[in-house]
């Protein structure tokens, strides 16, 4: 088994999308969207998910008591995925930094176009 903590944000969704990539399967959209919506309204219990499970693979979440702005991801049932999610972890991260660092600069030119 392996597993990776990961802030509840766009560094998430990007993980969430490079894990469907490497599954080659959609995860369960609603369960996705309910991290987001349990992190915006419940701070205090602890939350279980499960997005993928297909044969021996299981992909799972864990949001621990009083911290809703993590989620604990595991993945179990397949070695190379295992092997591999620190690294989809990593990109995940890679891709928010310049998600965020676009955004800024598309803002930034906003506003001095409106100057």
Known sequence: ????????DMRLRFLFFGLECAVGE?????EMERVFADAKTDH??????????????????????????TLILSVEGDKKLEKALP????????????WSSEDTLLNSDRSSETS
């Open 44 to 69: 205090v219990s602890q939350k279980e998910y499960t997005f993928y499970s297909a044969g021996r693979l299981r992909i799972t979440g864990l949001v621990e008591e009083y911290e809703p702005e």
């Open 87 to 98: 690294e989809i972890v990593k990109n995940a991260g890679y891709h928010y930094i310049r």
């Open 1 to 8: 088994m392996a597993r990776e903590t990961i802030h509840i």
């Open 26 to 30: 959609l995860f369960r959209v609603q």
